[in-house]
DNA sequence: TTGTGTGAAACCGTTCACAGCA
DNA sequence: TGCTGTGAACGGTTTCACACAA
């Protein structure tokens, strides 16, 4: 840093804890919101609101990164804004790849947060001879054979995985294969990738399998049918829900 | 249970810590998988492995939800996949509405996976008149003028939404004022919810940019070129990958 | 002998509370 | 005086290692 004399990076960049690196995007987004106000400086209270946590750990995360913010005062928006986007590595271009043009392949493609923040959308790749050429987003479908030389012709290290399951270990060791590193994954599937190579799923299904979790026990707390406080009650009578157990029993 | 008189519940149904409901409908994907390949039992080895995670955990996540499993033999497959289901709350059907038919909106109601495990879209809402009437997955589009009427006719308590961020918090408003007390949001915001009401997001953007960084960190290490063990250098001088510090800066 | 179930230890993340600087 | 930066306490999660049941 050319002018960064007060600010020591201390701790620098070895080691950033992955809660902390997952939360960035959190205050980047909120940063952003406040820089396009024109707002200059945010206490860690405000912008701890605005991002949804609590400011203690909003104080220590930002404790990772090197010492900005000024006691007394805040945090400089602009500063901090770049100071992040730099962390997270968003002030370099990243080309991404998806594959399977689907449904949510094309809503993929489609979204806008997608190309903002230093993504680029630089192919969209499907295995239906048919989807070839069309485009999609204003970007033409290119047909699976083309994978690889496209991964080397833009250099491409992160790829998107909307294929349906069956397909997406497959199209994962090609996109290894050729070079990709990062893999985010909407087929709902345990990839297999070697080491070095980062996988982050998203699952519609297991979220929704999470709430329904949580919103049964509300329903189970709202109406207490079970007598509050019984730590260890037998209670072995037949009282499922729904009828039983299924038909194969354990030994 | 009727017959479960060997399966003591232990530490039953209260306090399953939350990583662990998180695992479970990864198990339950695991279990069908083999469940559908008749294949009787399982060690924790085993599916561990199908689950992606190691096994250790894994018999730590099942010991949260009492004594299923043999000694020397392993997990009877269809029992586990009927008690994680009971558990995560499966076995009963969950109406489910969709707010915002986008294209995301739109792929989430075409998205297979969705439908099974008993999530059943109840509704598919949005606030464009156009799109009233309109069959998407074989459902027709209601106006958001319908919102709380839904609702209620339908006892729904899941609500999706993957509308704009800028209508994000008011549809969520109105989803939690009409019944709804779990959200899965897509929309690129932080939700205000009162207390009681759960919410779950996806964000694309996000595992983009925790992609990001750990890209940029493999990078980094990959071309050494910052002399490895230097823990304390100055290395003051302007070295950032595309320029320096932007114009605004800290006092 | 095999593989589960689980205390105990190690690890990581969050919260507390306050010293210290602007 | 106000708010950041951070050691220390706390609570949750993962891993270890082994007793014990089949």
């Known amino acids: 840093m050319a002018t960064g004399r007060t600010h020591r990076p201390a701790t620098r960049s070895r080691g950033i804890p992955e809660a902390t690196v997952a939360r960035l995007p959190l ?138 399951a069956g397909a997406a270990q497959q199209v994962c060791e090609r996109l290894v294969a050729a070079g990709v590193t990062s893999i985010l994954n909407f087929a709902p599937t345990v990839l297999s990738v070697p080491d070095g190579v980062d996988v982050r799923k998203v699952d519609l299904s297991i979220e929704l399998q999470i709430l329904a979790f949580h919103e049964q026990r509300k329903a189970g707390e709202e109406a207490a049918n079970e007598a509050a406080a019984v730590p260890l009650a037998p209670k072995e009578s037949g009282k499922g829900p729904d009828g039983d157990v299924p038909a194969v029993m354990p030994a």
């Open 27 to 164: 205050y980047l987004r909120a940063l952003t919101a406040l820089s396009e106000r024109s707002v200059p400086t945010v206490s860690s209270e405000e912008l701890a609101a605005a991002a949804g946590v609590n400011s203690a750990k909003l104080r220590k995360d930002f404790s990772y990164l090197g010492s900005y913010g000024t006691r007394g005062v805040g945090y400089d928006v602009e500063y901090l804004v770049y100071q992040i986007s730099r962390e997270l590595g968003l002030t370099q271009d990243w080309p991404v790849v998806i594959v399977g043009i689907g449904n949510l392949g094309a809503a993929l493609a489609n979204y806008g947060g997608f190309a903002s923040r230093g993504f680029r959308v630089a192919a969209l790749i499907d295995a239906d001879p048919a989807m070839a050429g069309k485009p999609v987003a204003g970007i033409p479908v290119q047909h699976t054979d083309e994978l690889e030389k496209i991964i080397d012709d833009n250099g491409v290290s992160i790829g998107v995985i909307a294929t349906p």
